[in-house]
């Protein structure tokens, strides 16, 4: 696998409110916080760009919205924010799904750059990962999801069929890499390309 010199990791949404397990419910692959470390230590360490996405909700039960302290970053997030050499870091914020509909405009700022290729990271897997890929995408770059810097949660569907949050993270995962969204791959994969 190649990572271009330049390419961005797009950090998703690894906010304090998703510990909330009573909002959430079960989650899956308990290591994902340790990989999106791993990525940004690495992407940090390179000088490569990373945009850090947070998710202020509007809903009015979320963890996730304004003013409370789910929506600040997780810890070892936070703690590395403002590393980035050559200020090649942006932080968008969003109310929906995709990042590319965030404040200030990602398409934008990686189009600025020269930024051909993403790696995607975060929370959760079937929501604001897969959507920030698919439009990345869909918007022609190269898009590389290290599926296990990702999780989820447990998920209710229609005519009651409930899945685990691994199921729902796997069919994630087919449908970005068997659908040509995005290549999906394990962090150790896209570290040993970067480094």
Not at 88 to 114: C, H, I, M, Q
Not at 141 to 153: E, G, H, K, P, S
Not at 157 to 164: A, E, I, K, L, N
């Amino acid at each position: 696998m190649d990572i271009a010199e330049n390419a961005a990791l797009v950090v998703v949404d690894v906010q304090q409110g998703f510990e909330d397990a009573g909002f959430w419910g079960p989650r899956n692959n308990p290591g994902a916080d340790d990989n999106i470390a791993a990525l940004i230590d690495v992407w940090q360490s390179t000088g490569r760009p990373v945009v850090f996405v947070r998710h202020d909700s509007v809903g009015p039960r979320s963890p996730l919205r304004r003013g409370q302290a789910g929506n600040d970053f997780k810890e070892y997030v936070e703690r590395r924010r403002g590393r980035t050499p050559g200020g090649a870091e942006l932080l968008v914020t969003k109310t929906v799904n995709s990042a590319f509909y965030g404040t200030p405009d990602l398409d934008a700022w990686l189009r600025a750059a020269g930024v051909t290729q993403l790696v995607v990271a975060g929370i959760q897997t079937n929501m604001c990962v897969e959507t920030t890929a698919r439009m990345g995408g869909n918007l022609g770059y190269d898009v590389v999801v290290a599926y296990d810097a990702t999780y989820t949660f447990d998920l209710e569907g229609p005519f009651g069929w409930r899945r685990s949050a691994e199921e729902v993270a796997q069919a994630s995962a087919v449908s970005l890499h068997g659908g040509g969204f995005a290549r999906v791959v394990t962090t150790k994969e896209v570290v040993d390309a970067a480094r």
